[in-house]
């Protein structure tokens, strides 16, 4: 079992930045895929950014390529994701999951956090 826990949502004007913190506990851990999706109201839930186990590939969901970057630390059971030059469009809710393997973009993760408010103001 892994457990996840997200923070570092909050309230930010556009071009503003958060680092977003997700932390594991549970065993294995370090042997996940971890990604990040969000959901905005009446929205379905979409792909943000994944990191391998090894931190060596990354993924980016083109809408918010070049302005996020995902990387995690191990050694602290932890992976971030910061984001910046934030828009009113990114104004979700932001989850991040585990998963040993498989594509990385599709949301059949096996573990889920409970998320974290991230809301950008215009």
């Known amino acids: 079992q892994v457990q996840l826990a997200e923070s570092g949502g909050g309230l930010v004007q556009t071009g503003g930045s958060l680092r977003l913190s997700c932390e594991a506990s549970?065993?294995?851990?370090?042997?996940?895929?971890v990604g990040w999706f969000r959901q905005a109201p009446g929205k379905e839930r979409e792909f943000v950014a994944a990191?391998?186990?090894?931190?060596?590939?990354?993924w980016y969901a083109d809408s918010v390529k070049g302005r996020h970057t995902i990387s995690r630390a191990n050694a602290k059971n932890t992976v971030y994701l910061q984001m910046n030059n934030l828009k009113p469009e990114d104004t979700a809710v932001y989850y991040c999951?585990?998963?040993?393997?498989?594509?990385?973009?599709?949301?059949?993760?096996?573990?889920w956090g409970q998320g974290t408010q991230v809301t950008v103001s215009s």
């Open positions: 999951a585990a998963r040993p393997s498989g594509n990385v973009r599709d949301p059949q993760y096996d573990y």
């Open positions: 990191i391998t186990w090894s931190g060596d590939m990354s």
């Open positions: 549970g065993r294995n851990f370090n042997n996940y895929a």
